[in-house]
């Protein structure tokens, strides 16, 4: 006999494949909200920067997803930013602001943590942030310029977001979020 032990018994079964199975149109209409949710006040997307005629309509459908609000500044180009990239039937919880830094500090007076997303010294790792536990802005600087250096001071913390490819480097900006969709590839 060679020393390889023999078997005894039938062969071992291999564990069955998970049964996956998609569900109909139907099916996902029924399962989800039958109307827009009102405003959770706990996470705030804010490209309170945003690059002149960007599409703000794919962050605002990822907002309504994850149950986030958007906030936007009242800038003449901005209701045609949102409706662009949008697929939402119904409204979305969108704030709007003609002050950004005034809200930003009103945000942080009421107890928020804002958290910029930003290339920076001593910044967070995406992976090494925590979840938003507690009501959470996430500022977003615009794309090339990031968020004004007299929004700095009003953060609590800020994190980085690294990219993989040509865009390693980008600078952190609301296109690399880490919301699917967000922003304008190549535009850093």
Known sequence: MSGRARRRGPAPVPPAAPAFRTRTPGELRRARRPRAH???????????????????????????AVGACLTVPRFSWVPEALERGNTLRRPACVHW????????ERQRERGLRVVGVELADEAVRLADLPAA????????????????????????????????????????????????????????
């Open 38 to 64: 009102a405003c959770w006040d706990h996470l705030y997307a804010a490209p309170l920067w945003p690059l002149h005629g960007a599409n703000l309509g794919t962050l605002l459908r990822t907002c309504d």
């Open 97 to 104: 602001t003609g002050d950004p830094l005034g809200w930003l």
């Open 133 to 188: 536990r507690e009501p959470t802005v996430m500022v977003l600087g615009h794309e090339r310029h990031g968020i004004p250096p007299e929004a700095l001071d009003l953060l609590d913390e800020v994190v980085e977001i690294p990219m993989v490819g040509t865009g390693a480097r980008w600078r952190g900006r609301w296109c690399c979020t880490g919301l699917p969709g967000c922003g304008e590839p190549g535009a850093g």
